[in-house]
Nanobody, 123 residues
Framework: QVQLVESGGGLVQAGGSLRLSCAASGRAFRSYAMGWFRQAPGKEREFVAAITWSSLSTIYADSVKGRFTISRDSAKNTVYLQMNSLKPEDTAVYSC????????????????WGQGTQVTVST
């Protein structure tokens, strides 16, 4: 099973940028599609972005399309989420997970969740 650790969160002003990292343990990482989700206080977990094992395909939630970019470096066993033009509504705990089966936008299709990293966007 893949084990994941997120980092890179923090406090940023609206319009700013952050890059999140998700470091994975295990050689099996290279065979999994990976996803980023977020959860704001009092809200359900929300799909953000996913990337296939080959990096040939990426999928984004409409709310982040054009602002966020997901990528992966298999040599470093790491998945990234570059977040630009951040908005206060992007404030949430961001978590990554490995995709096992099912819809890329469904949290139920993922496992090996990391502990998450807090992103706070101020006005």
């Amino acid at each position: 099973q893949v084990q994941l650790v997120e980092s890179g969160g923090g406090l940023v002003q609206a319009g700013g940028s952050l890059r999140l990292s998700c470091a994975a343990s295990g050689r099996a990482f290279r065979s999994y599609a990976m996803g980023w989700f977020r959860q704001a206080p009092g809200k359900e977990r929300e799909f953000v972005a996913a990337i296939t094992w080959s990096s040939l395909s990426t999928i984004y939630a409409d709310s982040v399309k054009g602002r966020f970019t997901i990528s992966r470096d298999s040599a470093k066993n790491t998945v990234y989420l570059q977040m630009n033009s951040l908005k206060p509504e992007d404030t949430a705990v961001y978590s990554c997970a490995a995709h096992y089966s099912g819809s890329y936008s469904s949290g139920a299709a993922y496992d090996g969740w990391g502990q998450g990293t807090q992103v706070t966007v101020s006005t």
